[in-house]
């Protein structure tokens, strides 16, 4: 796939604390690193290199063409909080590439009646995109300002096609990795319009590795040893830190303040045990008890962020070893459990994975003193189902045999979301949360989670726009409107 790379450029903005711009530089096709030239609203500028302009694939990782991409992190002070900014950057042999940032509000905008909304995506498979998802993600841009983008995981497949014999060596897999990211990334792909829709964090789930990773996967023959799961996972990694990874240190959580919200966006897969030990690294924990800390005092509404459902049960050693384990399946997992349930007020946890939309809430039976603490889920998958080789050839033809009779699915192959279990972390919290479902939502879409002030309150809820062939409005579902003071903003 790299030796058809076209030459360009790329530029995604990523999300940072207040008062910067922080974005991602693409180079494609390359043979030598480029020295890009950047400009802010006209001026010429010299961002801070976060990770300076390298080539994603090391010299160790480069195998025929040598042309690839480079990539670089990059950083600028701004001032006037939310103001838009028009970024530049051009590179001679490709044609510059201009992206209008705005850098996180220091505080929930008051009196603004379009808020603070964070777009949600997770599981687009490229290959399957349907023709609506570009016109249907304009939509939601020109919809409101968004103002962030929490990318949740299988942004790409590098494990499809199923059943594939891939390469065994590091570098042939580097190469067709790369190629995979290129499809998304590329300026011209349907998913740049998410990219570049607003700052985003992204965090990898098993498709940024490969399925049930990083664990032995029936499908993928790569990973029924131990040398072909190290090569994979060398290939991967590479791949990931060079368009995706947020931070420097890999598997580190993110934590973005925007009062009185605060948002901690945690890797759980990057540092999985294949004993199912560890969900993340001691480092990462440790960060967790901080931020509740963090929370409960300043009184701030938390937004936790994973790969996978927090809600979800334990499954089967059987199951887990085909399809892949659940964070409750983890023995850190309660020790993450215990840390949310000491948060004072409402919290929210937002994922992907599933391939379904659905809305939970879990009702404290013990909350604080003068509280109605909730934990919340909101999940928003996929933007773009993957296909499952066997069941979705069988579902299409029982479709089709039913719209004979009338009865035509317009979603013949995504799953309706089930109930919830009875209890958030039963298992740990012992029936101390009980759950609800409150609303769900079938079929490819991305979520748009909104705050707003009501007077000296603070309303929560979130819009699913269906990507489908046909218009169809978003579905608005309430969260939760509760009091709250708002913050002096610093801006």
Same mark, same amino acid.
């Given at each position: 796939m790299t030796r058809c790379m076209r030459v360009s450029l790329a530029v995604y903005p990523v999300a940072a604390p207040s008062g910067s711009i922080r974005f991602w530089v693409g180079a494609f096709g390359r043979r030598q690193a480029p020295l890009p030239r950047f400009t802010l609203d006209g001026q010429a500028v010299q961002p801070a290199a976060l990770r300076p302009m390298a080539s994603v694939r090391a010299a160790k990782l480069l195998s025929g063409d040598p042309a690839r991409v480079w990539s670089g992190l990059y950083e600028l002070p701004v001032s006037g909080a939310s103001q838009r900014h028009r970024l530049a950057v051009a590179e001679d042999g490709a044609a510059p590439c201009e992206r209008e940032v705005r850098p996180l509000p220091a505080a929930l905008p008051h009196g603004d009646s379009e808020g603070f909304n964070v777009l949600l995506c997770s599981c687009f498979c490229h290959d399957e995109a349907l023709p609506a998802f570009s016109r249907v993600v304009s939509d939601v841009v020109r919809s409101g300002p968004l103002d962030l983008t929490l990318l949740m995981g299988d942004q790409v497949y590098l494990d499809l096609p199923t059943l594939e014999n891939f390469p065994t060596s590091p570098a042939d897999l580097a190469a067709k990795f790369e190629g995979k990211y290129v499809a998304n990334w590329d300026a011209a792909s349907s998913f740049?319009?998410?990219?570049?829709?607003?700052?985003?964090?992204?965090?990898?789930? *098993?498709?940024?590795?490969?399925?049930?990773?990083?664990?032995?996967?029936?499908?993928?023959?790569?990973?029924?040893?131990?040398?072909?799961?190290?090569?994979?996972?060398?290939?991967?990694?590479?791949? %990931?830190?060079?368009?995706?990874?947020?931070?420097?240190?890999?598997?580190? #959580?993110?934590?973005?303040? $925007? #009062?009185?919200?605060? %948002?901690? $966006?945690?890797?759980?897969?990057? *540092?999985?045990?294949?004993?199912?030990?560890?969900?993340?690294?001691?480092?990462?924990h440790q960060r967790l008890p901080a931020w509740v800390d963090r929370l409960n005092a300043r009184k701030l509404i938390g937004v936790f962020v994973t790969g996978q459902s927090m809600f979800s049960q334990p499954i089967s050693r059987p199951k887990g070893a085909i399809a892949d384990?659940?964070?409750?399946?983890?023995?850190?997992?309660?020790?993450?459990?215990?840390?949310?349930?000491?948060?004072?007020?409402?919290?929210?946890?937002?994922? !992907?994975?599933?391939?379904?939309?659905?809305?939970?809430?879990?009702?404290?039976?013990?909350?604080?003193? !003068?509280?109605?603490?909730?934990?919340?889920?909101?999940?928003?998958? #996929?933007?773009?189902?993957?296909?499952?080789?066997?069941? *979705?050839?069988?579902?299409?033809?029982?479709?089709?045999v039913r719209s004979l009779f009338g009865r035509r699915d317009p979603w013949p192959r995504h799953d309706g979301a089930p109930h919830p279990p009875d209890f958030f972390a039963g298992g740990v919290m012992r029936g101390r949360f009980a759950s609800q479902k409150i609303a769900e939502h079938r079929g490819d879409h991305v979520a748009v989670l909104s705050f707003r002030w009501l007077s000296q309150k603070l309303e929560a809820f979130v819009s699913y726009w269906p990507i489908h062939d046909r218009l169809r409005a978003p579905s608005r579902v309430p969260l939760f409107t509760v009091p709250c003071a708002h913050p002096r903003s610093s801006a």
């Open positions: 740049a319009q998410i990219l570049g829709a607003a700052p985003s964090v992204a965090i990898p789930d *098993d498709h940024e590795y490969w399925n049930n990773a990083p664990n032995t996967s029936p499908f993928i023959q790569n990973s029924w040893t131990a040398d072909g799961r190290q090569s994979w996972r060398l290939a991967a990694d590479a791949t %990931f830190a060079g368009f995706q990874s947020p931070v420097a240190a890999r598997g580190l #959580p993110v934590e973005l303040d $925007v #009062p009185p919200l605060s %948002f901690f $966006v945690a890797d759980t897969r990057t *540092d999985r045990k294949p004993d199912l030990s560890a969900l993340m690294s001691e480092a990462a384990w659940e964070l409750a399946n983890y023995a850190d997992y309660g020790r993450m459990v215990r840390h949310l349930a000491r948060t004072e007020n409402e919290l929210l946890c937002v994922t !992907g994975d599933v391939h379904w939309g659905r809305v939970v809430c879990a009702h404290d039976s013990q909350p604080p003193p !003068g509280s109605h603490r909730r934990i919340w889920e909101v999940i928003a998958s #996929p933007s773009a189902l993957v296909t499952t080789v066997g069941s *979705d050839q069988a579902r299409r033809l029982l479709s089709g």
